[in-house]
């Protein structure tokens, strides 16, 4: 059983940066693609970005490419989302997700673990 704990939200200003991080344990973390996803308000939960294994592949919704960066540490079982030129439409719950089989999986449907969520809220 994989066991994810988010953390690093909070409240930023527009145009502002922010860390979110997500620590793994119950399991060897670098056999997992780790990712991260947001859902807004009356939204859908919505794909950010996944990291292979290695950490060498990433892959990033459009919306924010360029301005999010995934990260990982597997001596730390650690994964990490930089966020920068933070906008209010950023506003959501993140979360961060592990999936062991598909390769960078950007549906959330494909990942079996997930993280409690992590607040973000974006002031104009």
């Known amino acids: 059983q994989v066991q994810l704990v988010g953390s690093g939200g909070g409240l930023v200003q527009a145009g502002g940066s922010l860390r979110l991080s997500c620590v793994a344990s119950?399991?060897?973390?670098?056999?997992?693609?780790m990712g991260w996803f947001r859902q807004a308000p009356g939204k859908e939960r919505e794909f950010i970005a996944v990291?292979?294994?290695?950490?060498?592949?990433?892959h990033y919704q459009d919306s924010v490419k360029g301005r999010v960066t995934i990260s990982r540490n597997n001596v730390k079982n650690t994964v990490h989302l930089d966020m920068n030129s933070q906008k209010p439409e950023d506003t959501a719950v993140y979360y961060c997700?592990?999936?062991?089989?598909?390769?960078?999986?950007?549906?959330?449907?494909?990942?079996?673990?997930w993280g409690q969520g992590t607040r973000v809220t974006v002031s104009s």
């Open positions: 997700a592990a999936d062991p089989d598909v390769v960078l999986p950007t549906a959330a449907p494909e990942y079996h673990y």
């Open positions: 119950g399991t060897t973390f670098n056999c997992y693609f």
């Open positions: 990291i292979s294994w290695s950490g060498d592949n990433t």
